[in-house]
């Protein structure tokens, strides 16, 4: 079964704007990651938080950690076109070592 | 050149054949797994290796088996494919030593299974 879900499972909007997405999971975790992925292809890790960090940032990119409602967000800011991909949010249990992956929210950025 | 690559990139088979795909890394790492994705769901967790001698099987293994050839290989057979089978397969690659299971993917192989 699949730890994380996300939300929403698509988002469409205009280049500039921000995209928010929310990852919430079930269990206690050692940490939160976010991938992309571009179409068809395979996973890119773009940023890891753990669980005693509240807030991360790199580049345009924000997520943010709440352990005490089991959730996440990912926030891109000044979006482009190039961002356009499936967005993913992968937990790490505790005493797990493997990573279980959400459904994904797919982001298209209209120029 | 590419730190985790996979062969073959695309294959089409047909019921009952035996399949394998193959995934090699040339980052160093200890760490390697197998999943597959289905159109509109997340990455499943078939089997992955923490080292040469270690295999664990992971959320959906029945009908898939691995070998661990070196630290560098990691392989995924179809002893006889079915149809539901079809999907994009991943490999990807961690380091234990890093403090987080932060993995990194090869490009997938896209099966079809007729």
């Known amino acids: 079964s699949q730890q994380g879900e996300e939300d929403p499972q698509a988002l469409s909007i205009q280049e500039g704007e921000n995209a928010t997405m929310n990852c919430s999971y079930k269990t206690s975790i050692n940490n939160l990651q976010w991938y992309r992925q571009n179409s068809g292809r395979g996973l890119v890790h773009l940023i890891l938080?753990?669980?005693?960090?509240r807030e991360k940032h790199s580049g345009r990119l924000r997520v943010t950690l709440d352990t005490s409602k089991k959730s996440s967000s990912l926030l891109i800011t000044a979006s482009r076109a190039a961002d356009t991909a499936s967005y993913f949010c992968?937990?790490?249990?505790?005493?797990?070592?493997?990573?279980?992956f959400g459904q994904g929210t797919r982001l298209t950025i209209n120029p | 050149d590419a730190d985790v690559t996979q062969t073959p990139r695309n294959r089409i088979t047909k019921t009952g054949k035996r399949i394998m795909l193959e995934c090699s890394q040339t980052?160093?790492?200890?760490?390697m797994y197998w999943y597959r994705q289905d159109p509109g769901l997340g990455l499943r967790l078939i089997y992955y290796s923490f080292d040469v001698k270690d295999i664990n099987k992971g959320e959906i293994s029945d009908g898939y088996s691995v070998s661990r050839q070196a630290q560098a290989k990691f392989s995924l057979s179809l002893e006889s494919a079915i149809p539901n089978q079809t999907a994009l397969y991943f490999c990807?690659?961690?380091?234990?030593?890093?403090?987080?299971?932060?993995?990194?993917f090869g490009p997938g192989t896209r099966l079809t299974v007729l």
């Open positions: 980052k160093g790492h200890d760490r």
């Open positions: 938080i753990r669980s005693n960090e």
């Open positions: 992968a937990t790490e249990s505790q005493g797990a070592q493997k990573l279980v």
């Open positions: 990807a690659t961690s380091d234990s030593g890093q403090g987080a299971d932060t993995q990194y």
